[in-house]
């Protein structure tokens, strides 16, 4: 999707974007090699992967084009895909996220479509069992193309028993600036606000007064039945109870570098391919004027990461920021964070993304040559 013409400007001034080199020291850095990515159902090219969940005996993956949803069992592999697009009974528009259902006596799938603004569940064969209409409040509002103006992902839930963690937002988010005002809450499987665990504002990088781009926002998953968040403003990461109490932190070693003139052009040029195509450099932009013309409206320093990933027992992952391989900072060095013991930095290969953290290893999404992506698992064993 390219951004429409009209939008060109407001995004160039106001979306965010990305900086060059990782963040961080140069310390050493394990790196990962292709061949030790395993591939789990090759037969099964996927669009654009959103989520993925792990649940007893399955791997589940939501897809950005129908069939939208794929289970594949384990250990033996085996695919099945479902979740038609429409309006009808178990049909979706706009599908975001899932997670395996909590009761293990009827094992399946939840799936939150934002297009109908309903949450649908389906059994292990792909049977289309229920669904409930979401709750307003909790619903995040968002423009559709976000994942390329922004490292920020608002659509993020995840469950813990019967119930979800989700961030809640006042208005409709734009650009990152606007999750700045984030809360992170308890909420029922219709997305329906409850306990409030944490508050971003609590934990920004940045003046929360300037909402300035680039600015660092904070990061979560759930892991052992909690959250784990980033706090850029205290450079820790924090495991919270269901209540918001804090059971632990681990800090984290790595430098918020200075935003420079060039990262700002590098973030134009990426906006103006997309609104003008891949000939954009032929049209006679001048990007570097550009870049001084608008740098205030940058924040000072780089966000250190941008994404978490949690490992049950103590452990998060962060997504280091880095411009070298993607115009938004999602680079593809990682940073170990265990609660207890230090961190170490983690270098996969190009192409793969890590979405599912184990004891083992991780599955995820690796980009292949003939244009879709597979699920694929890297550890040091034999695989799931």
Not at 102 to 117: H, I, S
Not at 227 to 251: C, F, M, Y
Not at 271 to 278: A, S, Y
Request: glycine share 12%; hydrophobic share 40%; proline share 9%.
């Amino acid at each position: 999707m390219r951004v429409g013409r009209g939008l060109w400007a407001p995004v160039w001034l106001l979306a965010v974007g990305c900086s060059q080199g990782a963040s961080g020291t140069s310390a050493h850095t394990l790196w990962v090699e292709a061949h030790d990515l395993q591939h789990l159902a090759p037969e099964a090219p996927f669009v654009d992967i959103r989520d993925l969940a792990v649940g007893p005996e399955s791997i589940w993956v939501l897809d950005a084009a129908p069939p939208f949803v794929t289970r594949v069992s384990l250990p033996e592999g085996r695919v099945t895909r479902f979740g038609p697009e429409g309006r009808g009974p178990g049909e979706s528009l706009s599908p975001r996220a899932l997670q395996a259902a909590p009761d293990p006596g009827t094992p399946g799938v939840v799936v939150w479509d934002l297009g109908n603004l309903r949450a649908l569940v389906f059994d292990t064969l792909g049977t289309f069992t229920g669904s409930e209409a979401l709750d307003g409040p909790g619903t995040p509002r968002a423009r559709s193309d976000l994942h390329r103006l922004s490292y920020g992902d608002p659509f993020r839930v995840r469950a813990v028993g019967s119930r979800v963690v989700l961030a809640t937002y006042p208005a409709r988010i734009d650009r990152t600036a606007d999750m700045a005002q984030g809360r992170l809450r308890l909420a029922d499987r219709r997305l329906s606000p409850g306990t409030e665990l944490a508050r971003f504002v609590d934990h920004l990088g940045d003046d929360p007064s300037s909402l300035r781009e680039w600015m660092a926002l904070p990061l979560w998953d759930v892991c052992d039945g909690g959250v784990v968040l980033w706090s850029p403003g205290s450079s820790r990461v924090i495991w919270l109870d269901l209540d918001g109490t804090e059971k632990g932190s681990a800090a984290v070693p790595e430098p918020a570098d200075p935003v420079s003139l060039e990262d700002v052009e590098r973030y134009l040029r990426w906006m103006g391919r997309l609104e003008l195509g891949p000939d954009h450099e032929t049209t006679g932009a001048d990007y570097t004027g550009m870049a001084r013309a608008v740098r205030e409206r940058f924040a000072e320093r780089r966000p250190v990461a941008t994404d978490l990933r949690c490992q049950p027992g103590g452990v998060a992952w962060l997504r280091l920021f880095d411009t070298s391989a993607d115009p938004l900072g999602r680079g593809q060095v990682w940073l170990k964070v265990p609660m207890v013991g230090e961190a170490r930095r983690v270098g996969f290969p190009e192409g793969f993304v890590p979405m599912g953290f184990e004891a083992g290893g991780a599955y995820g999404v690796l980009e292949v040559p003939e244009g879709h992506q597979v699920l694929v698992w890297w550890g040091e064993g034999p695989g799931p």
